[in-house]
């Protein structure tokens, strides 16, 4: 199951820069002030200008091109990638104030700690270390929680669908929130923890059903139909807000 990005092709090993222009070419200060990371794709054949609700803004360049395409391609997208940035931005506001995190149905308050080096849950609080350790440590607490909840909700799916699998895996997919694998194997996006617990729920079933139906035939919409009746509110949800899912 995918999930959310933005991307746009511009007119033509990770670094960081900010968007400049050739010498004489003018620059607007939105340009300027765009920070992203350039990362060669082997097959790429244009530049790509790409916002990640993870990874920010980030550019995308063939093998050959010059880190000049880079900095074009950001200065001349930038009131479109300003538009998506701003989006992101109102999105988590709207899924939790400052200074809080979703957890399902959930908002949980961050508490930061001195010497703390791992998050911790205490009642409504998340207590977390100071300064640039705090992201690692929330997103770890997060993927620990993740485990114990799609855990017990694939276990209950696939005994109500009667379709077992395999094994489980928790993962930070950037293009996907859960997979189910040939074998079995299903894998789920430890974000899923910061949308509603319907969403959550919707995605689980989602991968179970394709336990039996491995494709998106009838036969799998009649199936999911049937053990999560209200999937269509919750997939709409997720299309709109899973670009906000971060930390």
């Known amino acids: 199951?995918?999930?959310?990005?933005?991307?746009?092709?511009?007119?033509?090993?990770?670094?960081?820069?900010h968007a400049t222009q050739p010498p004489g070419s003018p620059q607007t200060p939105a340009a300027a002030e765009i920070a992203y990371r350039v990362r060669r794709v082997a097959r790429a054949r244009r530049v790509k200008v790409r916002v990640d609700p993870q990874?920010?803004?980030?550019?995308?360049?063939?093998?050959?091109?010059?880190?000049?395409?880079?900095a074009a391609a950001v200065a001349e997208l930038a009131p479109w990638i300003e538009r998506?940035?701003?989006?992101?931005?109102?999105?988590?506001?709207?899924?939790?104030?400052?200074?809080?995190?979703?957890?399902?149905?959930e908002r949980l308050t961050l508490v930061e700690q001195a010497g703390r080096r791992r998050a911790h849950r205490r009642g409504e609080r998340?207590?977390?270390?100071?300064?640039?350790?705090?992201?690692?440590?929330?997103?770890?607490?997060?993927?620990?929680a993740a485990r114990a909840e799609i855990a017990a909700r694939a276990d209950a799916a696939s005994a109500a669908a009667g379709t077992p699998y395999t094994s489980l895996t928790i993962r930070?997919?950037?293009t996907r929130w859960g997979s189910c694998a040939s074998g079995g194997a299903l894998s789920f996006n430890w974000r899923l923890l910061l949308a509603p617990e319907r969403?959550?729920?919707?995605?689980?079933?989602?991968?179970?059903?394709?336990?039996?139906?491995?494709?998106?035939?009838p036969a799998f919409w009649a199936?999911?139909?049937?053990?999560?009746?209200?999937?269509?509110?919750?997939?709409?949800w997720l299309r709109e807000n899973g670009a906000a899912l971060v930390v």
Do not use: K
């Open 1 to 17: 199951m995918p999930s959310s990005r933005s991307e746009r092709s511009a007119p033509r090993s990770p670094e960081r820069a």
């Open 55 to 70: 990874h920010g803004v980030e550019v995308l360049l063939p093998p050959r091109a010059p880190l000049r395409a880079a």
């Open 84 to 105: 998506q940035l701003a989006e992101l931005a109102c999105a988590r506001e709207r899924l939790a104030a400052p200074g809080t995190l979703p957890y399902l149905d």
């Open 126 to 144: 998340l207590l977390v270390p100071t300064g640039e350790q705090a992201p690692a440590a929330i997103e770890r607490w997060y993927r620990r």
């Open 172 to 174: 930070s997919q950037r």
């Open 199 to 217: 969403v959550l729920d919707y995605v689980v079933w989602h991968e179970v059903c394709h336990l039996r139906c491995a494709d998106h035939s």
């Open 223 to 236: 199936l999911l139909d049937e053990h999560c009746p209200q999937w269509r509110p919750a997939a709409r």
